[in-house]
């Protein structure tokens, strides 16, 4: 199996064996760096919308890789503006580097980025749809942290019906032996879709409204934003909006080795009193981040073979 | 049914398109382009039906439905049988089936879809042919029927 010219759209795209050879080449990277690796190659980051922390997560793997980094990071500085489409943009960049990363607020815009693309595109987020490589440092993060993915209970928190690093996640630990928790009030729960889903592969999982009633069986607990302009009636999002914000008394009630993960930038989901715990895994998270996308840039170039 | 009954006219040559949703009919028709269309169109609607209760049934006289044609029939009315007449008899059945790839014939819901904003063909995915559901092969939207508009 090689992973050289594949694009990096959707989670959808990538089996079981592809997720596990990306960790295990983010393992090995993260063990033995590779400063010379991608010497003499660019990497062109295309920030359509801007989305600082992911962008610097690659400019940072690209250069810890030995390679060179060219973009922008928001299209009112480019022909954009005067209307140039994705297509003819990515028809440009394909000429000057040897990887696209693309980040584009328009839903499909990487997959058409990438049938444009004669060298692999990495998608950075299109939209509300899909963002792999956060996938990708979430599995990382999950398996770093506990050694293991299969067996785990993950207790997804939060806005689950439009949160798309849920979805992606969701999507991905399909593949393996987990029980999921989705822990949300009824306007936000999952999408019946990725519940029917999981039906069909017959795994295990549970919708709940109290995070306090799942807390004691989870070994990993998301976390994500709720805003409150999803809500249809600010009566519920202020009844609600307590029952979703942790801090560390939530550990009273937690395995006591549960790790904590966000896809930050949070608001006030996790308050500070929890970062100092060796449960808060979500600065960790963002920094496997870096490692997990030297991974994916080594293999889709060709690098790492 | 006996011949008495019959309230559309057999044709000579071209498509018969039977088992609608009455309700799907002139959709069906629509796909078909019928402005320009220069021969007869026969359409029927609210005909009896012992399985469906109410159905409709198209005939177009000279005039065989292209496959992707035939596609967009299976789409909008899965249930409806395609034949082709030939000097009055039923010359061949079509089985009609949804494609597992559905190109260029359906719009994505998604108002943010790169298919909506940029001159980029639809693509379809087949996720379940019971009930129907599609998936946009750019945004990932999942369509049941009710969301199926035709390009």
Redesign the interface.
Known sequence: MSFKGRDII?I?DLSKRDLLAILDVAAKLEKNPEPELMKGKVLATLFFEPSTRTRLSFVSAMERLGGQVLGFENSDVTSVKKGE???DTIKMVERYADVIVQRH?????A??AAEASSIPVINAG?????HPTQTLLDLYTIQKEKGKIDGLNIGFVGDLKYGRTVHSLCMALSHFKTKQYFIAPPALQMPQ?YLDDLDEKKLPYVVEQDLLKAAPELDIIYMTRIQKERFPDPVEYNKLKGVYQIDKSLLEHSKPDVRILHPLPRVNEINMDLDETENAAYFRQAANGVVVRQAIIGLVSGMIP | MTKKEIKIPAIKEGTVIDHIRSRETFKIMRLANPQEFEHTINVALNLKSKKMGKKGVIKFSNRVLTQDEVNKVALLAPEATVSIIEDYKVKKKIRIKIPQIIENIVKCSNPNCITNKEDVKTRFDLAKEEPLQIRCAYCERMMGREDIHLN
Not at chain 1, 105 to 109: D, M, P, Q, T
Not at chain 1, 126 to 130: F, I, V
């Open positions: 959707s959808r489409t994705v297509w607020k328009i839903e499909g815009s997959r058409l299109d939209g509300a749809n899909q879709y």
